[in-house]
Nanobody, 122 residues
Framework: QVQLVESGGGLVEPGGSLTLSCAVSGSISGAGVMRWYRQAPGKQRELVATITRVGNTNFEDSVKGRFTISRDNSKNLVYLQMNSLKPEDTAVYYC????????????????WGQGTQVTVSS
């Protein structure tokens, strides 16, 4: 069974840094686009960053220059390095990955992690 497990969240002061990790487990052929979303209290879930299998990246405007997304294709891992954190970055962060199944000619399936809490506060 395919599972996405996030880790690395926690409490950090404004200006601090955190690195989130997302591990894809289970029997898969490979991972396509990997994404990080976040959802703050009272707000809708928003896309924070994306990375393709070959390393092309995109970021939401508010995190450009502060966040970095990276991946390890051999280990099916995706990371989100968050620097210069602000209180408005406080949210539950979710990993989202397009998964190529083990079935030849089969579909690409999208999976979500359970989320990890990031709190930026003094």
């Amino acid at each position: 069974q395919v599972q996405l497990v996030e880790s690395g969240g926690g409490l950090v002061e404004p200006g601090g840094s955190l690195t989130l990790s997302c591990a894809v487990s289970g029997s898969i052929s490979g991972a396509g686009v990997m994404r990080w979303y976040r959802q703050a209290p009272g707000k809708q879930r928003e896309l924070v960053a994306t990375i393709t299998r070959v390393g092309n990246t995109n970021f939401e405007d508010s995190v450009k220059g502060r966040f970095t997304i990276s991946r390890d294709n051999s280990k099916n891992l995706v990371y989100l390095q968050m620097n210069s954190l602000k209180p408005e970055d406080t949210a539950v962060y979710y990993c989202n990955v397009d998964i190529w199944t083990m079935v030849v000619g089969g579909p690409v399936l999208n999976y979500w992690g359970q989320g990890t809490q990031v709190t930026v506060s003094s």
